[in-house]
């Protein structure tokens, strides 16, 4: 279903929050070399000669010694990342996390892992992992990665300690609340893999996916995800909330495999630059795994780029009620260049446009019904008195022999609405509909 995308080996597309724009690996690259033999020919020779007695000038005067290489990327990243927030010059290593965040592959130790204090705090260790299977409990917290004292540092390099080639091995020193004396782990890193996508049973006939990413098999991920949950439920779904909230973006052939999943047909999204080969028109050719079946999804300003491309795909083609806040607003096309020296140039080449045209730069998708974060409190019983409560009531001439019984929600399922407020308005949303369908039927 997705044989018109096989030649866009690399199209991304991620918000501000992973720090990477829409990215597209070109189809065709004679573009490229005939408009870098049409620059070549016009390049401005005086302000080259002002840059390069500027550079000597650096070179031999400024106060410490700098390499020439340190002034070669300190210039290239000014000339990039001045143009827009989302252009960006890459060095060989910042270009290799990319294609690590990209595909969701990584040599680390599965703990998922947040800032606490200037430390790292363990939220929860990855079942099957070596974090997993190392005695780490979630609450720990690690102060000390191979020795090193990590106070102070940034989450991301402290992430990166982390990580590493796999069958190498990492020391952590850890403080555990009740524990008088750190405890010292020794794990060996393995490769990794985030799962973008989660999904359950909210109650019978009603499914709830989180797609929390786009990686590289995030379509086929959903799809899985679907035919689990179609399975679980012993049939198929009377209707789906899709949760993207606080989705920086991600793939854009995920994004377009995702709405496969939920269209038969339809313009999905379509992209608008100055050469040929950004003008591209992608599309949904099904079958939807829903059958119809109504969809709700969750958006909120954390939705960006690749998530609003699925969020405007599936409200301009009337398939899906959107809820939840305004979206980021990030409308623009990044294309991923490799350069000779193992880096790569990001770089704005194109706009994307929503089916009906819609450019969502600086203004994002709208929900259909806007629903803000909230907490649900339950009311008590306000004790009204009914009919069956009053002294000499008539009884019912026909009384069922069975009264219908709604279907009852489980704990856990409880306990996630009472705790989600725009999630248990998207699960009441789908119940309407859906009953409504089957009235109108």
């Not at 947040?114 to 790292?120: A, D, M, P, Q, R």
């Amino acid at each position: 279903m997705k044989k018109s995308l096989t030649r866009y080996a690399l199209i991304l597309l991620a918000g501000v929050f992973l720090g990477a724009g829409l990215t597209v690996e070109r189809a065709v690259e004679a573009d490229r070399a005939a408009h870098e033999r049409a620059t070549l020919s016009q390049l401005p020779l005086r302000e080259l000669r002002t840059f390069a007695e500027v550079f000597n000038i650096v070179k031999a005067e400024y106060v410490v010694p700098v390499s020439s290489r340190t002034l070669i990327d300190n210039a290239l990243r000014g000339m990039v990342n001045n143009l827009d927030p989302h252009s960006q010059y890459l060095d060989p290593r910042q270009y290799r996390q990319l294609r690590v965040d990209t595909t969701g592959r990584f040599g680390g130790v599965g703990l998922e892992v947040t800032e606490y204090k200037g430390f790292l705090k363990v939220v929860t260790p990855i079942h099957g992992t070596p974090g997993g299977r190392s005695g780490i409990k979630p609450g720990d917290l690690i102060v000390r990665i191979n020795g090193t004292f990590i106070q102070g540092l940034s989450l991301r390099k402290a992430v990166r300690l982390l990580r590493g080639r796999p069958g190498s091995t990492v020391a952590l020193t850890v403080l555990r609340k009740g524990q008088a004396q750190p405890l010292t782990f020794r794990l060996e890193r393995q490769i990794i893999k985030i799962h973008s996508v989660a999904g359950r049973l909210l109650a019978p006939g009603y499914a709830y996916l989180r797609i929390s990413e786009f990686q590289g098999d995030t379509g086929k991920g959903v799809t899985r995800a679907l035919t689990h949950l179609i399975a679980a439920n012993h049939g198929p779904l009377k209707g789906l909330v899709l949760d993207l909230r606080d989705n920086p973006g991600g793939v854009l052939n995920a994004a377009v495999a995702v709405c496969d999943d939920f269209m038969n047909h339809g313009v999905v999204v379509s992209t608008r630059g100055r050469i040929p080969s950004s003008d591209v028109v992608f599309r949904a050719h099904g079958p939807d795994l829903l059958h119809g079946a109504p969809m709700v999804v969750l958006v909120n300003g954390g939705s960006a780029s690749a998530a609003e491309i699925v969020a405007g795909a599936l409200q301009d083609n009337r398939r899906a009620v959107i809820m939840g806040t305004k979206t980021f607003g990030k409308g623009s096309v990044q294309t991923i260049m490799p350069m000779g020296n193992g880096g790569a140039l990001r770089l704005t080449t194109a706009r994307y446009f929503t089916p009906n045209g819609r450019s969502i730069q600086n203004l994002g998708i709208a929900p259909n019904i806007v629903v803000h974060e909230g907490k649900f409190v339950s009311a008590a019983p306000n004790g009204f008195l009914r009919e069956t409560n009053l002294p000499g009531h008539l009884a019912n001439p026909n009384p069922p022999k069975t009264a219908p019984k709604p279907h009852a929600l489980s704990p856990a399922t409880r306990k996630l609405l009472d705790e989600d407020y725009q999630l248990r308005e998207a699960f009441d949303l789908l119940r309407g509909i859906s009953i409504f369908r089957h009235l109108k039927g």
